[in-house]
């Protein structure tokens, strides 16, 4: 099975500023046969469902702020929200749909 | 739009059995996989299990196969979660996601809780 390990597991940011999540996999979650990490993240809201961010480790999901990014191939991978706002104060979680079973990272929490 | 609606989560007894629902609308239901992830009160998100478009192939976590079955029946639009021989660690917010065409989870229902107690 592929363990995804996120770090930082908090991390305080003030408003404006930029925050850097990172997660890696005990795997590569890389395909060459379409040249695509298979590695996702999500933001979660107190009381709310997931919501998906960025899929293909780096590409926005419709209607996501340009402030979300996603980088990073094979094992490593970073989630940057550039210029943090209030409403991003949430949990982030990366995910690896490479090969079941389907593993989160332990999320980090991403306070103001 | 997509939408998603689990119902069925209840207080039942350890070594129960109960079966959780997901009803899909907005989206050809049929052409997409889709995924159960659960969520214990202040933990993270653990995935559970998938089940293929056509249902034809299923896959779970270690920490429910044999105990929990996932299906789906494509001519109502709705997925299934049966969950046996219940624990305590079973305890959790039981959401169902649709993986989109990038196959990542692009849709989440609001959940169903699920608790394990005696």
Do not use: M
């Amino acid at each position: 099975d592929i363990v995804v390990t996120q770090s930082p597991d908090s991390l305080a940011v003030s408003l404006g500023e930029r925050a850097t999540i990172h997660c890696k996999s005990s795997q590569s979650v890389f395909y060459s046969s379409n040249n695509k990490d298979y590695l996702g993240w999500y933001q979660q809201k107190p009381g709310q469902p997931p919501k998906l961010l960025i899929y293909w480790a780096s590409t926005r999901e419709s209607g996501v702020p340009d402030r979300f990014s996603g980088s990073g191939y094979g094992t490593d991978f970073t989630l940057t929200i550039n210029s943090l706002q209030a409403e991003d104060v949430a949990i982030y979680y990366c995910q690896q749909y490479h090969s079941p079973p389907f593993t989160f990272g332990g999320g980090t929490r991403v306070e103001i | 739009q997509v939408q998603l609606v689990e119902s069925g989560g209840t207080v039942v007894q350890p070594g129960s059995s109960l079966r959780v629902s997901c009803a899909a609308s907005g989206f050809t239901f049929s052409s997409f996989a889709l995924h159960w992830v659960r969520q214990a009160p202040g933990k993270g998100l653990e995935w559970v299990a998938v089940i293929s478009f056509d249902g034809s192939s299923q896959f779970y976590s270690d920490s429910v196969k044999g105990r929990f079955t996932v299906a789906r029946d494509n001519s109502k639009n709705t997925l299934s979660l049966e969950l046996n021989s219940l624990r305590g660690e079973d305890t959790a917010i039981y959401y169902c996601a649709r993986a989109g065409p990038h196959i990542a989870l692009d849709s989440w229902g609001q959940g169903t809780p699920v608790i394990v107690s005696s």
